[in-house]
C-alpha cells in the first residue's frame, strides 16, 4: 500500500525550533513534488513549503526566512521549522504528487507552538 508516514510534531514554545519528517513507502513512484501543508483550527488547509525534484522550492508568505524544505534522494521530504509563532499552530500534512492527477498525502501531525 503506498502511504506516507509523518513524524516530528510536539508542543513547544514560540522562538524554538521543530523538524518534520516525511517517508514515502517503498512502492512509491518518485514524486515530482513533495510538501507540507498545514491546517489551523477552523481554517482551510494551506500550503506552507513544497519542493520539486529538481530542488526547486516554494514557499507561503508567512514561512520565508523562517521554515526550510528539503528532501532526500530517496522518497522522503523534511520541513525545518525555525522561530516559531503561536500561529504556526495546526495539523501539518505531508504531500507527494506522484503523477499528473495523482497525489498522496499524509496523516497529519499536531504542531502546537505556546506562547
Known amino acids: 500500500q503506498v502511504q506516507l508516514v509523518e513524524s516530528g510534531g510536539g508542543l513547544v514554545q514560540a522562538g524554538k525550533s521543530l523538524r518534520l519528517s516525511c517517508t514515502a513507502s517503498?512502492?512509491?513512484?518518485?514524486?515530482?513534488?513533495m510538501g507540507w501543508y498545514r491546517q489551523a483550527p477552523g481554517k482551510q488547509r494551506e500550503l506552507v513549503a513544497q519542493?520539486?525534484?529538481?530542488?526547486?522550492t516554494n514557499y507561503a508568505d508567512f514561512v520565508k526566512g523562517r521554515f526550510t524544505v528539503s528532501r532526500d534522494t530517496r522518497n522522503s521530504v523534511f520541513l525545518q521549522m525555525n522561530s516559531l509563532k503561536p500561529e504556526d499552530t495546526g495539523v501539518y500534512y505531508c504531500n507527494a504528487k506522484v503523477a499528473p492527477s495523482r497525489e498522496l498525502w499524509g496523516q497529519g501531525t499536531v504542531v502546537t507552538v505556546s506562547s
Open positions: 517503498r512502492n512509491t513512484p518518485r514524486p515530482t513534488v
Open positions: 519542493i520539486a525534484a529538481n530542488g526547486i
